[in-house]
């Protein structure tokens, strides 16, 4: 089995920063795809970012420019780095990654359980 750990979130004023992290553990082989969501009260999840085994990048405009995905493939880990932080960016936010596990010949999608960001004054 393969989990996601995520970490990170809190409460931040509007203008702050914050960074996200998270790991992937498990029978794990390689890591592909990984992103960040977020659902925010009210709405659909969406997606924010994310980035490929060879580090492309894509982001939703609503955060361009003020958000920076990034990971790290020797830890399996995905970060968001998140700056400039405006209410409307107040939501749980999900790890997201495309794994092949050891002895298996398909990669699975996993989901971490999501952790909480707040951006208010």
Known sequence: QVQLVE???????????????????????SVYAMGWYRRAPGKQRELVASITEGRS?????????RFTISRDNAKNAVYLQMNSLKPEDTAVYYCNADVLQKLSIMTQNYWGQGTQVTVSS
């Open 57 to 65: 990048t894509n982001y939703v405009d609503a955060v361009k420019g």
């Open 7 to 29: 970490s990170g979130g809190g409460l931040v004023q509007p203008g702050g920063s914050l960074r996200l992290s998270c790991a992937a553990s498990g029978n794990i082989f």
